[in-house]
């Protein structure tokens, strides 16, 4: 990697290692109050007291793990599945088959996210794996129409033709005709699924949905403490400026490693 | 000809589609724990009370048959009464949807102007400084949820410079139809919050065109100007028009937070409502409609990619 | 909705012609008191179920908008002799032997088709939640009297038995009992009514024009008119109340009160007890370790009340004493408050073999602050050595599983202002039930009293509701609002607007 890369690199891995270590710096109790509400901060509470009186800095510093784990999670299953899927039906020649395939995973993208989000939380209150598994539910419809697009413009290049016409197996044409080309779109459709599951995992957490009070979920900390912007920011400001930091470090991340491979992108667009 | 049979059978497994999911979502809606009875009800109702209410709202007869009965209604265009205001599921549905698509298609022209323009210049000259300050920016909207995203808009006209509304208060009798100036908000949250991913993608597409042997063939043969532009998008535009169309579908259900912090009456701040208070029918109606809309939506996405795809094709071999 | 406008026009016309004549207070019925006028935009909840209906109404709105445009039977009033102030009900009668109540009805009031209101609305209006099959909180009538014996030997005599000789039935009757035209089955904006006000236009979910019924028989409203607007989030409608886009909003928490309260021009204001909602945390006696009061008393004892008041409430919560009814005239203040003990709770687990016990509290976001006071509360529980957790439940999934909310061993619940005899949930405690029967039914107000406050002493010392604070509902108005009274729902039928 580059310096600039590295440089890219830094706001991401800090809020990764803040969130994931979080939890573990935590001096005192992050549920019990140390003072009134929305105090400013001073000596022994850095960062004042949210909407219960309870130490900012420690809801902080226990709030990110279960968001970056259950956007991880999503991420990584909707990925796969959706790299599986996709591949698959952009280059079978079983039109029925991946058509049937790819009616279901419509089918799958009409049932609104919010439904599904609702339903089950409402179906196993408070439990943070289902939100999980609901984000990357939500998400693989999206990741194989992407996937399967780009797949699809990339085999049916002469490259590729002629790769099929010599008869080469299919792993090696998915390995040496589609995954060079296919790679930077699925970065950055992965990258874009894993914004967009922090996103959702923290509107989850600012709907009241996976584990509730008194968990810390720094998109719950924003929806609780927003009527005390006035009085003490800070517990909205830190958890909104770290989801930001977040999203945008990855997906800067992710441009970056995208732009290296681009200038080794095989073949693609349709010659004439 | 070939195109319009493959539409017939897209709209085909769009109504099976509807129909599986109408039934995932009444079974669903069913074993979820408590029912409207509960709702309605109150924690001070007595035991015979509760019993008669379960008889009025029809929840004493087993769950086929009243799937049964809804089903047999909505062969006749009747979606049934919602359970906790008596109302006509359809009257409701169609107010909520018009107040959602009253925000969501200024946000989605919106999206697709600014998306189309920008990624397109932004992607041919890849590298430029218009690329890099389009880079950034989308990169911030991208990394602000939406509830980000409409706080901050919040704060900024409501508190420091009030020149828009803040809550979509409409008189009664009118709609939000006819009311711009309470649109323009939450339209623009959403549109801030759709338009990064779309550019993106579409920049991104555009230049790996600009990129190929295909692009410069076309340079070399002399092709210019809007047409090499119109050349360059109709091959790069397919990824592009499935992300727009898959996210547009998505902020339709999906821009409840947008919906709740604006007070526009849309269909994902009320089917949050319709869950809460286990309004069985209501959730049918309104999950029904988003799906079908959603997938209209889908449809058209992949009717423009075909369209754009066969333009090409033809275009190729001409 | 034309004919309307022409009578709102005639109202200001009538209104200016007055001017003069009116004073500010308490002007004698039928006649205006004009200076103010003006159009009142309000803020409730509301939402898609908003209803003309009141009797299905699931929501503050509804009976706002409800008892501005109805004129009720009677209503509370603690402060008065009887207990209540009468409103379309002149006065009610009580036999001596409590077993049948006799209501008088006001002499020329009438609905706005012109109909003179008479026994049989009155008789009507009482047994219309049976009939229309109204919600079960508007039930409280038909459980304790027999409507269908029920007579109207006059057109202004109403004579009603009671299922069982009770004493609080003039409390029961006006409670939340408005007056509708006999035979009103259907709600719409024209269907006749005798309330302050008229309904101009309503869409659901969205706005409802309130107009001033010139034919109004009581005190005028000074108001022009009233827009009630619906603005189901809390944010929301705080926000509409900063930019002007309203002028009064209710329903907030307690921490948007207090950001509130700095800001200029705008004031809060809450409503005071008997007007506050009861918050119990029930222990379910069936299940151990709460079969022993020794557990229950020391649950009681743990919980550090002022920190809820003040963290949670920003102090505008009243302080609980684990009993209900706080406010009305049989609460028995003379019982000593609860202090927080943390180490008597402690000796009093060990005590009952119960030190370290594992227990869940089940609670959601039914009420301002009802999940934080159970986040204290599960945080009070561990400093006394409790394994306590708290399990949150979405919105609306408290009470919708109703069976599974009963069986839950530590649960919070709410219950509206309301007194405590006649909602006492009987089966628990034998000795408590037969003293709140007599509490209900003995001949003398004293017997009562004295039975009342014997079953609150016993409720206090053994019973299994830990109740640490009365929640108000809490509103807020900018500047030149004035007259809002903050009963059970808000009432904004005496609201002057100055600017």
């Known amino acids: 990697m580059t310096a600039r890369q590295w440089v890219a690199a830094v706001p991401a891995t800090l809020v990764l290692l803040l969130a994931l270590t979080g939890p573990w710096l935590v001096g005192g109790s992050t549920s019990t109050p ?96 289902v939100v999980a598994v609901a984000i990357a539910a939500v998400s693989v419809p999206f990741s194989v129409r992407v996937i399967r697009e780009r797949t699809h413009t990339l085999a049916t290049t002469d490259y590729a033709r002629d790769a099929e016409a010599r008869g080469e197996p299919w792993t090696a044409r998915v390995r040496f005709d589609i995954l060079p080309g296919l790679i930077p779109a699925a970065l950055a459709e992965a990258g874009i699924r894993f914004v967009a599951a922090t996103q959702l995992a923290a509107t989850a957490g600012f709907l009241g949905l996976g584990a509730g009070a008194p968990a810390a979920n720094w998109g719950r900390m924003v929806r609780e403490n927003s009527t005390g912007l006035q009085t003490n920011a800070l517990p909205v400001l830190v958890p909104a400026v770290l989801l930001v930091a977040l999203a945008i470090g990855v997906t800067a991340l992710l441009d970056r490693a995208a732009e290296t491979r681009v200038g080794g992108l095989g073949p693609i667009g349709r010659l004439a | 000809m070939r195109t319009v049979s493959w539409i017939a059978v897209r709209v085909a497994t769009c109504a099976a589609t509807l129909t599986v999911l109408s039934f995932v979502v009444f079974w669903a809606t069913e074993v979820l724990p408590g029912d409207a009875v509960g709702v309605v009800s109150g924690p001070d109702a007595t035991d015979a009370e509760r019993e008669a209410v379960r008889v009025a709202l029809g929840l004493d007869r087993p769950p086929l048959e009243r799937y049964g009965v809804w089903v047999a209604g909505l062969v006749r265009g009747d979606l049934g009464v919602s359970l906790v205001s008596g109302r006509e599921v359809a009257v409701i549905v169609v107010a909520r949807l018009g107040a959602s698509l009253a925000v969501l298609v200024p946000a989605a022209v919106g999206i697709v102007i600014l998306a189309g323009v920008l990624g397109t210049i932004a992607g041919m000259r890849a590298g430029g400084r218009l690329d890099r300050i389009l880079s950034g920016v989308t990169l911030g909207l991208i990394g602000t949820p939406d509830f980000l995203i409409a706080t901050v808009l919040l704060v900024v006209f409501a508190v420091w410079l009030p020149i828009l ?32 991913s779309t550019m993106r993608l579409l920049r991104a597409s555009v230049a790996q065109t600009v990129a190929t042997p295909f692009a410069e063939f076309a340079r070399l043969n002399g092709i210019r100007g809007p047409a090499y532009v119109r050349t360059i998008v109709a091959n790069a535009a397919p990824p592009a028009v499935h992300a727009f169309t898959v996210m547009i579908a998505g902020l339709l259900g999906g821009g409840i937070v947008v919906e709740t912090l604006f007070n526009v009456p849309g269909l994902g701040y009320e089917l949050t409502r319709a869950v809460e208070n286990r309004d069985v029918p209501l959730v049918q109606g309104l999950a029904l409609v988003l799906g079908a809309v959603v997938l209209t939506i889908l449809l058209a996405g992949d009717i423009i990619t075909r369209v754009l795809q066969q333009r090409t094709r033809r275009q190729e071999h001409s | 909705m034309v004919s309307s406008r022409k009578r709102g026009l005639a109202a200001i016309v009538a209104a200016a012609a007055m001017l003069t004549v009116a004073g500010c207070t308490a002007a004698p019925q039928g006649e205006s008191s004009p200076e103010g006028g003006g159009t009142l935009r309000a803020a409730f909840a509301g939402g898609s179920t908003e209803t003309l209906n009141y009797f299905q109404g699931p929501t503050a709105l509804d009976y706002v908008r409800a008892r501005l445009v109805h004129a009720p039977l009677c209503e509370l009033d603690p402060g008065a002799s009887d207990g209540v102030a009468y409103g379309v009900v002149e006065s009610i009668d009580v036999s001596d032997d409590l077993s049948e109540y006799t209501l008088h009805v006001r002499d020329g009031v009438s609905f706005t088709d012109g109909a003179a209101l008479t026994s049989a609305d009155v008789l009507y209006s009482l047994r219309a939640p049976v009939l229309l099959e109204g919600l079960p909180f508007t039930m409280l009538v038909a459980r304790n009297f027999d409507l269908d014996a029920a007579t109207t030997p006059d057109a202004s005599t109403v004579v009603l038995p009671t299922a069982a000789p009770i004493a609080d039935g003039r409390e029961l009757i006006c409670q939340s009992m408005l007056a509708i035209q006999d035979g009103t089955t259907e709600f719409a904006p024209d269907t006749p009514s005798s309330g302050p006000f008229t309904i101009a236009a309503f869409e659901q979910g969205q706005s409802t024009l309130l107009e001033r019924n010139p034919d109004y028989y009581g005190q005028a409203p000074s108001l022009e008119a009233i827009e009630l607007v619906s603005i189901p989030d809390g944010t929301a409608r705080v926000n509409a109340l900063r930019q002007g886009q ?55 004892l743990a919980i550090d009340r002022q920190r809820i008041i003040d963290n949670v409430y920003y102090g505008l919560a009243s302080l609980g004493n684990d009993l209900p009814a706080l406010g009305f005239a049989s609460y028995d203040a003379s019982i000593p408050q609860r202090e927080h003990d943390p180490d008597e709770a402690r000796r009093l687990l060990e005590e009952a073999g119960a030190a370290g016990m594992s227990v869940e509290l089940t609670a959601g976001p ?134």
């Open chain 2, 165 to 196: 509304p803040a809550v979509a208060i409409v008189p009664a009798g009118q709609s939000l139809w006819q009311h711009p100036e309470l649109i323009a908000l939450p339209a623009l949250a959403l549109a801030l919050g759709g338009f990064g």
């Open chain 3, 246 to 300: 309203v002028d009064y909003i209710s329903g907030i928490t307690p921490a948007q009160a207090q950001t509130l309260d700095g800001a200029d021009g705008l004031a809060v204001s809450t409503s005071e007890p008997p007007y506050v909602s009861y918050m119990p945390f029930t222990m379910n006696t069936a299940t151990a370790p709460f079969d022993d009061p020794r557990v229950r008393e020391a649950f009681k």
């Open chain 1, 34 to 129: 140390v003072g009134g509400p929305f105090q400013p901060p001073e000596s022994g509470i850095p960062l004042g007291t949210d909407v219960l009186g309870r130490d900012v800095l420690a809801r902080v510093l226990a709030g990110g793990r279960t968001l970056v784990l259950q956007a991880a999670a999503a991420t990584v299953l909707g990925s796969v599945i959706g790299m599986c899927v996709g591949v698959w039906a952009g280059m079978t020649h079983h039109a029925r088959t991946s058509g049937a395939v790819l009616r279901v995973v419509d089918g799958i993208a009409a049932v609104p996210a919010l439904l599904l989000l609702l339903l089950l939380a409402a179906g196993l209150p408070g439990n943070d794996t």
């Open chain 3, 366 to 499: 039914e009420l301002p602050g009802m999940v934080e006071t159970a986040t204290l509360i599960v945080e009070d529980l561990q400093a006394v050595g409790v394994n306590a957790t708290l399990r949150e439940l979405p919105a609306g999934q408290l009470f919708a599983d109703y069976p599974a909310w009963l069986a839950l061993p530590f649960k919070v619940g709410y219950n509206p202002p309301a007194l405590f005899e006649p909602n006492h949930t009987p089966g628990t405690f034998p000795e408590v039930d037969a003293l709140v029967q007599t509490a209900r039914s003995a001949a003398t107000p004293e017997e009562r009293l004295t039975a009342s406050h014997e079953a609150q002493r016993l409720l206090w010392e053994e019973g299994y509701e830990l109740a640490p604070v009365f929640v108000p509902n809490i509103s807020a108005a900018r500047d030149g609002v004035t007259g809002v009274r903050e009963l059970q729902f808000p009432d904004l039928s005496q609201v002057v607007l100055t600017d």
